[in-house]
């Protein structure tokens, strides 16, 4: 059974779009987290929940919208995509609100705006 | 802020072989953690290992030790006895410790690419 798991794998959509990526997590969880990984490799955090409660929100346009149902799911809305967003995105869980030694991410979800 | 660096954006090794790959960080804190992830070609990010700054004893994990100088702030991975699936993308990543009242999230560094040859 996949610890984290997010959909789509490869997301190509035209800019302008608006486009969301899903997130599911099956460890019971308390946290949950979008990071942004760059084609340059950079990982970089954009948010973070914590029992549904956002905790963390980095310096990250307001086109982008974390949701979260309840605490095993948190969903990404991309509002009005731009070429600048085509990055890898990993979804993450942690039982606590720290990241680290207790982090699993998801597979990432490619996306391309074209 | 804290920094994480990796100065090799690829490195490769025989199999069987040893190989050591570098990070280097920036931080004004005494307590904190590292860590080591590897990223395969699968995308899924992997923690390998990890070292809190307070011990002096370098971390194993069997084939994977650290080499952690803290007064260098260097913290480099040593793998050993390379095996094909060793390959994949080597993240350094850091993390404030308890006491250090900031919002404690990690910070990576740029990777390092690993290819391991037959």
């Known amino acids: 059974d996949t610890a984290v798991s997010q959909t789509p794998k490869y997301l190509v959509t035209q800019m302008g779009n608006d486009k969301s990526i899903k997130c599911e997590q099956n460890?019971?969880?308390?946290?949950m987290y979008w990071y942004k990984q760059d084609s340059k490799k950079f990982l970089k955090i954009m948010f973070s929940?914590?029992?549904?409660?956002?905790?963390i929100n980095e310096t990250v346009p307001n086109r982008f919208s974390p949701k979260s149902p309840d605490k095993a799911h948190l969903n990404l809305h991309i509002n009005s995509l731009e070429l600048g967003d085509s990055a890898v995105y990993f979804c993450?869980?942690?039982?606590?609100?720290?990241?680290?030694?207790?982090?699993?991410f998801g597979s990432g979800t490619q996306l391309s705006v074209l | 802020a804290q920094t994480v660096t990796q100065s090799q954006p690829e490195m490769s090794v025989q199999e069987a072989e040893t190989v050591t790959l570098s990070c280097t960080y920036d931080?004004?804190?005494?307590?904190?953690?590292l860590f080591w992830y590897k990223q395969p070609p699968s995308r899924q990010m992997i923690l390998v290992i990890r070292?809190?700054?307070?011990?002096?004893q370098n971390a194993t994990e069997n084939r994977f030790s650290v080499n952690f100088q803290k007064a260098a702030k260097s913290f480099s991975l040593k793998i050993s006895d390379s095996q094909l699936g060793d390959a994949a993308m080597y993240f350094c990543?850091?993390?404030?410790?308890?006491?250090?009242?900031?919002?404690?999230?990690?910070?990576f560094g740029s990777g390092t690419q690993l290819t391991v040859l037959p």
């Open positions: 990543a850091y993390r404030s410790g308890p006491s250090s009242g900031s919002a404690r999230q990690l910070t």
């Open positions: 931080t004004s804190e005494s307590d904190y953690y």
């Open positions: 929940y914590n029992n549904k409660e956002l905790i």
């Open positions: 993450a869980s942690s039982p606590d609100r720290v990241g680290g030694e207790k982090l699993f």
């Open positions: 460890l019971g969880h308390d946290t």
């Open positions: 070292q809190e700054a307070y011990k002096q």
